[in-house]
C-alpha cells in the first residue's frame, strides 16, 4: 500500500482513538494483520508487542 493510503487512514486518529485503538479498529473491520497497510502502521507507531497482543487475544 501505498503512503497515501496510510496517511488517509492514519488521519482518522484523533485526541480520542490512540493508535492502539485505531489498530484494532483496523483488524476488526476486516483488515489482515499482515497486509502491508498494518505492518506499516506498527511500524509507524511502535505497535509491535500491541499486535501480538491482539491476536493471542482472539
Known amino acids: ?3 497515501e493510503i496510510l496517511d488517509a487512514e492514519s ?3 484523533n485526541k480520542n482513538l490512540g493508535p492502539i485503538d485505531h489498530l484494532r479498529h ?3 473491520i476486516g483488515w489482515e494483520a499482515k ?3 498494518i505492518q506499516s ?3 509507524k507507531y511502535g ?3 500491541e499486535l501480538k ?3 493471542d487475544d482472539r
Open 47 to 49: 505497535l509491535e508487542r
Open 35 to 37: 497486509s502491508p497497510l
Open 1 to 3: 500500500m501505498s503512503d
Open 53 to 55: 497482543q491482539i491476536l
Open 11 to 13: 488521519s482518522t486518529l
Open 26 to 28: 483496523l483488524l476488526k
Open 41 to 43: 502502521f506498527i511500524i
